[in-house]
């Protein structure tokens, strides 16, 4: 369990009865078993919504679902295989069977990739990372804008990630996946926002959560801002901000959330250039 779960139990106990920025609104997330996509569960349920849990793990999902029913939230479990088109589609029909409408999908499962050359990475190896990261992304849009359409309208929040912006040697599936989810992403605000749907991913930095703990002590973090990795609860937030209406003219999207990690270059200078 993260360290933050109590607070935002807490802090939904806290504002029960108050109006919140999704009172009323329905939210798909995948991946919520644990980590980002758990905090966005939380954060979500705080802010009103009824939050759909999706992910392949059952226990971290149920555990993530039974956190907000316990603190007064509405959610629901579903253990879902997102890089399989029938999970995908089962996870979208119940949800949408639950509670008559998906006002919020976010698209956040996904894995790291094996730490490998390209000529040493297996095809079985490419296939699992992008069907986990991209193609799950594609089906879970693909399923859940026809409930959006039919309703009117909807919010598309994708994970990307800073390494689909700039490459990292040695995982070429992680980074092309997040790449290709951020033209994803901007191809379906420029199909669908004629029809009131929005969509926009977040480009997360490094984030402290289960998946990233083992090789994160190795990352040089002293150069960005804070001078440490984020927590979940940052991306959470970003994740509120993408489908609340205080982003109502924001389409097509990708919103850095890293620190400052990716504005400097990744070797910075030994000494400050001579000044006039």
């Known amino acids: 369990m993260l360290l933050s779960d109590n607070l935002y139990v807490t802090r939904i106990e806290q504002s029960a009865g108050e109006m919140g920025k999704l009172d009323g609104k329905v939210a798909l997330i995948t991946g919520a078993g644990s980590g980002i996509g758990r905090a966005t569960a939380l954060l979500f349920a705080e802010e009103g919504a009824k939050v759909a849990v999706a992910d392949r793990a059952p226990a971290g999902g149920q555990e993530t679902a039974r956190m907000i029913k316990d603190s007064g ?13 029938a999970d995908v589609e089962r996870m979208v029909k119940t949800t949408a069977d639950t509670y008559g409408r998906i006002d919020i999908l976010y698209n956040h ?11 040493e ?10 069907n986990t990261n991209l193609k799950s992304v594609f089906l ?24 689909g912006m700039c490459a990292q040697t040695y995982i070429s599936p992680y980074c092309a996946s997040k790449a290709g989810i951020i033209l994803f992403t901007k191809a379906t605000s420029v199909e669908y926002s004629k029809h009131n ?8 930095g490094f984030i402290t959560t289960p998946m990233t703990e083992p090789w994160l002590p190795s990352v040089q973090m002293d150069h960005t801002p804070p001078g440490k990795a984020g927590q979940p609860e940052n991306i959470a ?3 509120l901000y993408l489908a609340s209406d ?23 200078l030994k000494e400050s250039p001579a000044q006039g």
């Open 237 to 239: 937030k970003a994740a």
């Open 197 to 204: 749907i929005r969509a926009n991913c977040i480009c997360p």
């Open 73 to 85: 939230g509405e959610a629901i479990f579903i253990k879902a295989d997102v890089s399989k088109a």
């Open 140 to 163: 879970g849009t693909k399923y859940t804008i026809p409930v959006m359409l039919k309703q009117g309208g909807g919010i598309i929040i994708n994970t990307a990630s800073i390494m």
């Open 246 to 268: 205080d982003s109502a003219y924001v389409t097509g999207s990708s919103l850095v959330v890293d620190g400052g990690y990716s504005a400097e270059w990744a070797v910075p």
């Open 109 to 119: 499962a996904g894995i790291n990739s094996p730490i490998a050359p390209i000529a």
């Open 121 to 130: 990475l297996t095809e079985e190896d490419w296939d699992l990372v992008l």
